[in-house]
């Protein structure tokens, strides 16, 4: 078993990589007592359940699957259950499921009388390798997504691989993105071993590169007050083109995916991580309206002023940030989007 320690001070905790950890959680977290146990319709039942038997006092909730459940009404759901069930600042919240879950339940664990323990068991690639670590919490509002939230630490993380095994493999693909972004950020090696070898095959060995990379950057930067902003890589384009055409399909590391295209600064990068994305089955083009993402950027949490935190690369393993101008941004969406963004 790989065990991380996340040190942040009074906020430490540990990170634990292996296949079949579900099963074992109880010996390694602190279940023993009321647990607001949180997945969602698309996880298989028996990962709550193999949960549940592990805890003192369980109370189960299953929300619909979907980003549209990152809501205040859900996160109101959630603390008035705990409520109902006389949950005490003595008991925990526990998440059993991809990004949307762990969002919402950690962000209601963070409010709930002002803060009670919660542990992360993410079930897709994508929570696996990026929102399983880190402390953000928070829900969209308005269509503007993670708009309210706060840095909220989990006292725990179990990352079980196995889980991965029922994932579609569009689902799979997507959580790959965030790894490539690692590798095209700070860790080159782990971009070779994308172009070299079949990732999906290596896993462990995946999540353990990119948990590293993002365990150096939260370490020194819990709050993201600097160089925790390189994990944006791809989330500014990113995320404007999920706000605009999400709804019509594209999933989150998609989205990621095609965000890094623009910042990729120089015609190789761009060709190889263009590859890499299509080697995984990745999406590399799609049509947008500039104006519409451009609209969606302008209420980023990066965004400050006439400017916008981007962050770009020349070459792979050494990310810089920027701050560019709101026009020169506009100027350059609308250049992407008469090609598709891939070109």
């Known amino acids: 078993m790989q065990q991380l320690r996340m040190e942040l001070g009074q906020n430490s905790y540990d990170i634990f990589l292996e296949n079949g950890l579900l099963q074992r959680a109880g010996k390694l977290l602190q279940l023993d007592r009321r647990v607001l146990i949180v997945t969602d319709d698309g996880v298989p039942e028996a990962y709550a359940r193999a949960l549940a038997a592990q805890c003192g006092s369980p109370v189960l909730v299953r929300i619909p699957q979907g980003e549209g459940s990152k809501s205040l009404e859900m996160f109101r759901m959630l603390c008035e259950k705990m409520l109902q069930e006389g949950f005490t600042r003595s008991d925990c919240v526990a998440a059993v499921g991809g990004g949307v879950v762990g969002d919402l339940s ?58 991965l095994s029922t994932l579609p493999d569009r689902q799979l693909a997507s959580g790959l993105a965030e790894a490539i972004k690692a590798g095209v950020v700070a860790d080159e090696p782990l971009l070779e071993l994308f172009e070299q070898t079949d990732a999906r095959s290596r896993m462990e060995e995946v999540l353990l590169h990119a948990l590293r990379f993002k365990k150096r950057i939260v370490e020194q930067d819990e709050r993201e007050s600097g160089l925790r902003k390189l994990l944006n890589f791809g989330h500014t384009v990113g995320h404007g083109i999920e706000s605009v055409c999400g709804l019509g399909g594209l999933l989150h590391g998609e989205c990621v995916g095609l965000g890094m295209l623009p910042m990729c600064t120089t015609p190789q990068l761009r060709r190889r991580v263009t590859a890499v994305l299509e080697k995984y089955g990745l999406p590399t083009r799609v049509s947008f309206d500039p104006d519409a993402v451009f609209e969606a950027l302008r209420h980023d949490k990066k965004a ?36 598709g963004i891939g070109r």
């Open 304 to 339: 400050a002023g006439d400017t916008v935190t981007v962050v770009t690369a020349a070459t792979a393993g050494a990310a810089a940030l920027s701050a560019m101008p709101l026009g020169a941004l506009h100027r350059l969406l609308c250049i992407e989007a008469k090609e």
């Open 106 to 163: 950690g962000f209601a664990a963070a409010c709930y009388m002002r803060g009670i323990d919660f542990y992360n068991i993410p079930t897709t690639a994508l929570s696996q390798v990026d929102s399983s670590i880190g402390g953000k919490v928070a829900v969209n509002l308005e269509g503007v997504k993670n708009i309210v939230g706060a840095f909220y630490q989990p006292r725990g993380a179990l990352i079980d691989p196995a889980l």
